[in-house]
């Protein structure tokens, strides 16, 4: 049950944290020398934050056990086995709840940044179908030729919004974002 921060080389430990209950799935927001939040998805059924190395002393109760997690700026989004997406405001209150028509089985954070930042995050479900949100609205679906086992956003090569999904077969899809 406990969440090892580690130096960059990866020898020594800098903070050990004891949870609850085991962690599952991380999502982390922020710098160590600045500001930091980790959020951590547990087999209790909960989810747990830590800010800045110490535990917050609220947990966030799901109805489901999740499926993976995501931190976004001021939110975050939990994907659980029944087949819903939950949004949570990082004081613990339930914001609203989106359910989709197969299981979830990852999440990712997009960012955008262009002439101001856009923050969504998009969804991958067992028939092969990635939905990306920004709040409630779609904004975006797309379709892979399997079930998508890991999605990435970020810079590839020289293109700066890209969405990586890599699928049970052994397929790797590359989504690029126009500029």
């Not at 339930?94 to 954070?109: A, G």
């Amino acid at each position: 049950g406990d969440v090892l921060i580690l130096d960059p080389p990866g020898s020594s430990i800098l903070k050990q944290i004891t949870l609850p209950s085991v962690p599952t799935r991380l999502s982390v927001m922020g710098l160590y020398d600045v500001s930091y939040r980790i959020v951590v998805a547990c087999r209790d059924g909960n989810i747990y934050q830590i800010k800045d190395g110490e535990l917050i002393g609220k947990k966030i109760e799901l109805e489901a056990m999740s499926v993976d997690v995501v931190c976004l700026a001021k939110q975050i989004v939990v994907a659980c086995m029944d087949k819903a997406v939950r949004v949570y405001h990082y004081k613990g209150k339930k914001i609203f709840t989106l359910y989709m028509p197969f299981s979830v089985t990852n999440l990712e954070r997009v960012q955008v940044k262009r002439q101001r930042v856009v923050e969504c995050y998009a969804v991958a479900m067992d028939n092969g179908e990635v939905r990306v949100y920004n709040e409630k609205n779609q904004v975006s679906s797309f379709k892979v030729d399997g079930v998508v086992c890991a999605m990435r956003y970020g810079s590839y090569g020289r293109e700066a919004n890209s969405l990586l999904c890599a699928t049970k077969g052994g397929s790797l899809h590359v989504k690029l974002l126009k500029r």
